[in-house]
């Protein structure tokens, strides 16, 4: 068994340190240093990157914008291109001078522009406008009319036969259009049937004399022509066989 011994005590040096009291700083003594500021923070953020990113924000615009001028250049050469057709053809269908209207053969054998061509006028012009007028027809007289309101410058009557029955047979230049078609009216009690260019007149009525008539006027010009027959079927064949009208577009121009 071994023998016991007792625990050993700390040397001087181990006392010394372990029962030195608190030190105490001298009142001349400097103060203590402050404490050393923290390191700044170390950035992770690549500079190079960055550089790189605002790169390509500008090519995107500028892309962007070349889209843009992509779209619309070939709108606006097209705009260009159409304008200037336009232009040229509208500049092309101006002549530097404008030329003369060419000369027409008029009703009465006059060679002139069309402008100038008078309207059908007299004995002559009646029978211009009615080929189946016969002025040198012993069967044809002047008509004069007394009544203001009747007045015409030329009017003339033919007494003609149809099947061995009196038909009577009227050409008339009025004094006006206007003039003309208002007597019309009035005369038939009722607005005409147009036909083509022209404007007839008919009634189912008998006149005082017993007659049937019917007339015929040009919508445009002042001429007419008027059918007497005791039968209405009379009144109309006579004037499908017996009167003659030429073409309104005809009444100026020969040929």
Do not use: N
Not at 29 to 38: E, K, R, T
Not at 217 to 223: F, G, M
């Amino acid at each position: 068994m071994a023998a016991f011994s007792a625990p050993r005590r700390p040397g001087r040096w181990f006392s010394a340190v372990l029962w030195r009291g608190p030190r105490t700083m001298s009142p001349m003594s400097d103060p203590a240093p402050d404490p050393a500021p923290d390191p700044a923070p170390v950035s992770y953020v690549d500079d190079d990157h960055d550089d790189e990113v605002a790169e390509r924000h500008v090519v995107l615009r500028v892309l962007r914008r070349a889209r843009v001028l992509i779209v619309l250049l070939p709108l606006v050469v097209g705009l260009l291109v159409v304008a200037a057709v336009g232009a040229s053809k509208l500049w092309a269908d101006l002549p530097d001078d404008a030329a003369p209207a060419p000369d027409v053969t008029c009703w009465d054998g006059v060679v002139a522009p069309l402008a100038d061509c008078t309207q059908p006028s007299g004995k002559a012009g009646l029978r211009w406008v009615f080929p189946s007028f016969r002025p040198d027809d012993a069967r044809c007289t002047a008509v004069e009319r007394r009544e203001r309101d009747q007045a015409r410058p030329v009017e003339f009557r033919c007494d003609l036969r149809l099947d061995q029955r009196p038909v009577t047979v009227t050409y008339t230049v009025r004094t006006s259009v206007t003039a003309g078609l208002a007597f019309l009216r009035r005369t038939y009690g009722a607005d005409p049937v147009a036909d083509g260019e022209q404007l007839v007149f008919s009634s189912e009525k008998p006149q005082a004399d017993g007659t049937y008539r019917v007339t015929v006027a040009y919508a445009e010009q002042p001429y007419s022509v008027t059918v007497q027959a005791p039968e209405p079927g009379l009144r109309d064949t006579a004037l499908d066989e017996l009167v003659e009208l030429r073409p309104a577009a005809r009444l100026l121009t020969r040929g």
